[in-house]
């Protein structure tokens, strides 16, 4: 079984005003809500493309409880923990001039609920699959992931974290199957800029070094690198037209789990997770079974032995 954590979930409020005026009065074009937060998407796109998952988290009030009915409705699994204020709202803004995002704080949560959290991953064992992702709200404690990570790793949980700064940082140690950062996040670890994946090379090594068993680092539009025991691997993505990038990188998260539980294929895995993030990027909701088939074709990966086997992304 896969299953997501998502600390600080929302309904995500996609809002399309194209030419939005900064003080005035903007009227919406088209408005869409989905249930959001990192581990629900990823969850949501699992389920699409038929594998079995549960997702966990903390919920509250009127918007957790949309959260938890529409995810229902899609027939997933949920074991939610009720907290006492609100789920937050997240502004997605859709622009003429690009995508602009106002996520919210989110409720407060007890030690109470975060014990009920931890004696419910204690559940877990090998073969099962732990998706940490998103942010750490501020009521929690920073090193969550990474306590979770040194207990369920060991275990044989192959623990999947999708964050960054340093709650990424500190679960490198503790062997995660499957980091997931962005070339703007990888360089944030290491406190530089990267800019191409040639710049990008030593530092996925380096993370590999120091723990990480597979690292996938995404630049949106222009490929990604997979680095893992087996090799470093190059993957172009699909040209299209973005309408919608939220969640993108969760579908490369769901995408390569997916395939993996199924095949334990690496570069299979690695192709889906890029159709599929792919995919998402190019509909208003997450991608679906059809559309991630469709692009799989288009995402070519090749080994990279020595960095002059990089194309020039
Ligand atoms: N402009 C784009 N064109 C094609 N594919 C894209 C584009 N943007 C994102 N993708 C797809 O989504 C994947 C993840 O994108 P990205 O690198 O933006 O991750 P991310 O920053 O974690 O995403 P997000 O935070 O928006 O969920 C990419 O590897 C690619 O497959
Ligand atoms: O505030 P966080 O936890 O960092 O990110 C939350 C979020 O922006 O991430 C998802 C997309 O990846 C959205 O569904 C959601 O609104």
Redesign the pocket.
Known sequence: MIYTVTLNPSIDLVVNVPSFQLNGLNRMQKEQKFPGG?GINVSRVLSRLGAETTALGFIGGFTGAFIRDTLHEEGIGTDFIRVDGDSRINIKLKTEDGETEINGQGPSISEEQIALLREKLNALAEGDVLVLAGSIPRSLPAGLYEDLTGILSPRGVKVVV?ASGEALGKVIAHRPFLI?P????LGELFGVTLTNAMEILPYGHQLLEQGARHVIV????A??LLFAEEGTYQ?T????K?IN????????VAGFLSTYVRTGDLLESFRC??????A???SSDLCTKNQVEQLLPQVKIKPVVHPIDLGAI
Do not use: R, W, Y
Request: charged share 15%; no cysteine.
């Open positions: 990192k999708d997931k962005n070339h703007h996040e995404s630049m949106a539009g490929g990604a993957a993505v699909p040209q299209g973005v990038s939220v969640g993108a990188g969760d579908s490369l997770g890029i159709a599929a993030g792919s998402t990027a190019f």
